[in-house]
């Protein structure tokens, strides 16, 4: 019995460190950067080649646009517009006829290879977090643990856009980007940091 209770003892001394090891950061969102997709100069919108939630692939036509500007030698008025990479496309925000201003986005993308995790944590659990950190997100979409990198804090710069008062956004990178290719943009998930990764690394505070 007293083995049994020393083996008892010990397990629980380990849950305890284990415990003491991880931190709940709270809800984390998958997030896409958008891309958008225009003319540069004036134009009218001829022809559009897809529609929103299409996979494209780089280099592929999207759109044609007729533009305002005079043709000259070796440039044509009618402009393609193709897929910078390959893509999902979020919008497309005009229709054939529409007219475009210089810079004035047709179509909204993203690029499923860089989709990362935002999470929004108070200043004071911030305090312990360091960039290069392991942080394990689990939620909806995915039955398995992904494991991601503490990238970066996101300042704010202007309007706030962190979820309270108090809080500031960290952005997580996943190590396996395939595998959150599949997954919708705006997905929650629950995310714990491994304090004890990136003994070494910046303070989250001090990147900031």
């Known amino acids: 019995m007293a083995a049994g209770a020393a083996t008892g003892g010990t397990a629980l001394v380990r849950d305890r460190l284990n415990a ?8 984390a969102v998958l997030a896409a950067m958008p891309v958008n997709i ?4 004036a134009a009218v919108v001829s022809s559009i080649a897809v529609s929103a939630q299409s996979k494209v692939r780089a280099g592929q036509e999207l759109a044609r646009v007729r533009t305002a500007v005079a043709a000259t030698p070796g440039r044509s008025a009618v402009q393609v517009l193709r897929a910078p990479s390959d893509a ?5 925000l005009g229709s054939v006829g529409t007219t475009l201003r210089a810079g004035d986005p047709l179509l909204t993308l993203y690029d499923p290879k860089k989709l990362t995790f935002h999470v929004d944590v108070p200043v004071d659990k911030l305090r312990g977090l360091r960039i290069g950190m392991t942080v394990s997100v689990r939620g909806a979409g995915t039955n398995r643990t992904l494991v991601t990198t503490l990238d970066s804090v996101l300042p704010l710069v202007g309007t706030a856009t962190a979820a309270s008062p108090g809080d500031l956004t960290i952005v997580l990178r996943p190590r396996d980007p395939s595998r959150v ?9 629950a995310a714990t940091a491994d304090i004890d ?3 070494h690394g910046t303070p989250v505070l001090d990147s900031a």
């Open 197 to 199: 990764t990136a003994a």
């Open 88 to 92: 999902t496309v979020v919008s497309v």
């Open 20 to 27: 003491q090891r991880h931190v709940d950061l709270g809800r």
């Open 38 to 41: 225009g003319a540069a100069d």
């Open 181 to 189: 290719t599949t997954l919708v943009p705006g997905l929650p998930f």
